[in-house]
């Protein structure tokens, strides 16, 4: 697993923020669009192309990296 692909993966959830805003130190809970929605999303997302459930709390993580790391440690 690599953090840019993660990164990508992660951007794709928000469709209307530009992927240029996305970094390793994005604080996406920040983003205009971040909602309960989008939690399910990431969740889901997650699931689906690294095969880790996580709950709602470790998707709470602070940037992206942090989630990175999360999804990192239960592969």
Same mark, same amino acid.
């Given at each position: 697993?690599?953090?840019?692909?993660?990164?990508?993966? @992660?951007?794709?959830?928000?469709?209307?923020? *530009?992927?240029? =805003?996305?970094?390793?130190? #994005?604080?996406?809970?920040?983003?205009? $669009?971040?909602?309960?929605?989008? @939690?399910?999303?990431?969740?889901?997302?997650? *699931?689906?192309? =690294?095969?880790?459930?996580? #709950?709602?709390?470790?998707?709470?993580? $602070?940037?992206?990296?942090?989630?990175?790391?999360?999804?990192?440690?239960?592969?």
């Amino acid at each position: 697993m690599e953090l840019n692909n993660f990164i990508d993966n @992660v951007a794709s959830q928000f469709e209307d923020t *530009d992927r240029s =805003y996305f970094a390793a130190d #994005t604080e996406f809970k920040l983003l205009d $669009e971040w909602s309960s929605l989008a @939690v399910l999303l990431l969740i889901s997302m997650i *699931d689906e192309k =690294y095969h880790v459930i996580i #709950t709602g709390d470790e998707v709470m993580a $602070e940037t992206i990296d942090d989630l990175f790391n999360v999804v990192k440690e239960k592969l």
